[in-house]
């Protein structure tokens, strides 16, 4: 993904998802909380983390989204196309962009300001009913451009991968 211009940060995670071992707790070995170890036991000479969270910057590709004229033509779409008849039509039709400029109404003076969406689910990655494992990927969309783009494959971002619960099935 490097060579592509997406990079990710490998972030490790507590095995019972309480903490990322980020920030404050960056050189923590053990979770505070459920006093979990960070590490694998079984690497006697190497540390090997039991959960790690992919993160994938969205900032590089939204600044992308600008440099190219074709998409950034439409990246304040949603400031000139609202529907004045309370029909749901795009996004920023909805009460959380409302309730969103409300709060924040110096956001709402620049239409250029990204305006995103968060999506995820949990797959089984290998396809098992039996497996023991989850995966949680996580989208961003792009609410600035029209709806018929934004839910193009190519306008939908990865912004992380998050490894899911391992969990035992009863017999």
Same mark, same amino acid.
Request: charged share 20%; net charge positive.
């Given at each position: 993904?490097?060579?592509?211009? @997406?990079? *990710?940060? #490998?972030?490790?995670?507590?095995?019972? &998802?309480?903490?990322?071992?980020?920030?404050?707790?960056?050189?923590? =070995?053990?979770?505070?909380?459920?006093?979990?170890?960070?590490?694998?036991?079984?690497?006697?000479?190497?540390?090997?983390?039991?959960?790690?969270?992919?993160?994938?910057?969205?900032?590089?590709?939204?600044?992308?989204?600008?440099?190219?004229?074709?998409?950034?033509?439409? @990246?304040? *779409?949603? #400031?000139?196309?609202?529907?004045?008849? &309370?029909?749901?039509?795009?996004?920023?039709?909805?009460?959380?962009? =409302?309730?969103?400029e409300e709060k924040w109404p110096h956001f709402k003076e620049e239409?250029?300001?990204?305006?995103?969406?968060?999506?995820?689910?949990?797959?089984?990655?290998?396809?098992?009913?039996?497996?023991?494992?989850?995966?949680?990927?996580?989208?961003?969309?792009?609410?600035?451009?029209?709806?018929?783009?934004?839910?193009?494959?190519?306008?939908?971002?990865?912004?992380?991968i998050v490894p899911g619960i391992i969990f035992t099935l009863e017999?």
């Open positions: 993904m490097k060579y592509v211009g @997406m990079e *990710y940060q #490998a972030i490790d995670a507590c095995p019972n &998802d309480h903490i990322l071992y980020y920030n404050q707790y960056e050189f923590a =070995t053990e979770c505070p909380i459920c006093h979990s170890s960070r590490y694998r036991t079984d690497q006697v000479t190497k540390k090997v983390s039991r959960k790690v969270l992919r993160y994938i910057p969205i900032i590089p590709r939204l600044q992308r989204l600008f440099r190219c004229k074709n998409i950034a033509q439409f @990246m304040d *779409y949603h #400031a000139r196309n609202r529907s004045g008849d &309370d029909i749901l039509r795009m996004p920023a039709d909805g009460s959380a962009f =409302t309730d969103m239409p250029h300001n990204a305006r995103l969406s968060l999506a995820a689910d949990g797959v089984n990655p290998f396809a098992e009913m039996r497996s023991t494992y989850s995966v949680w990927p996580v989208f961003v969309i792009n609410n600035n451009i029209p709806p018929w783009m934004s839910i193009k494959r190519e306008h939908i971002m990865l912004a992380m017999q």
